[in-house]
């Protein structure tokens, strides 16, 4: 099992300590635990959509602290399948360079190179990621 992203700590609602989740994904039914700055929760409550969830953690009385922080549960990875963490340090042999970091953008992830260039991870700029052998194959003409 692995730690995945099912979304980020939202605006608070109501006086309960209940809170939305920001770019769900994950289902987050009422029993599951997930974890916030490291410490594990059992979710108490599910109301709204699958969209725009609504949960209420245990022991967590006002969310406003928690605001943006990642609810991590646990999950396993399909075939094809990678955490963007995994990508950090694999060579990029198109640009010469290796990862640096990944950035959360609006509409996706983006690769950041030791040189910054950036490369959005998305399937017409990124041909093939290859984790055992820490490759990542980019579409150059794509990337201009």
């Known amino acids: 099992m692995t730690l995945v992203t ?9 006086l309960d300590g209940s809170f939305y989740v920001d770019a769900p994904r994950h289902a987050l039914p009422e029993g599951c635990t997930v974890f ?5 929760r059992t979710v ?6 699958d ?3 609504l949960v209420r953690l245990t022991g967590v009385s006002d969310p406003r602290a928690l605001r943006g922080e990642p609810l991590l549960v646990e999950d396993e990875l399909e075939e094809g399948e990678w955490l963007a963490s995994d990508l950090v340090g694999c060579r990029v042999p198109e ?3 290796s990862v640096a970091r990944i950035l959360d953008a609006p509409s996706c992830s983006v690769l950041e190179l030791e040189d910054g260039t950036l490369i959005p991870l998305i399937s017409d700029a990124v041909e093939r990621v290859d984790t055992e052998a820490r490759e ?3 579409h150059k003409d ?3």
């Open 95 to 97: 640009l010469e360079g």
């Open 136 to 138: 990542i194959h980019v």
């Open 44 to 49: 108490e409550r599910r109301a709204g959509t």
């Open 142 to 144: 794509f990337l201009g």
């Open 36 to 40: 916030v700055q490291s410490e594990a």
């Open 51 to 53: 969209d725009r969830p």
């Open 6 to 14: 099912a979304g980020r700590v939202g605006t608070p609602h109501g």
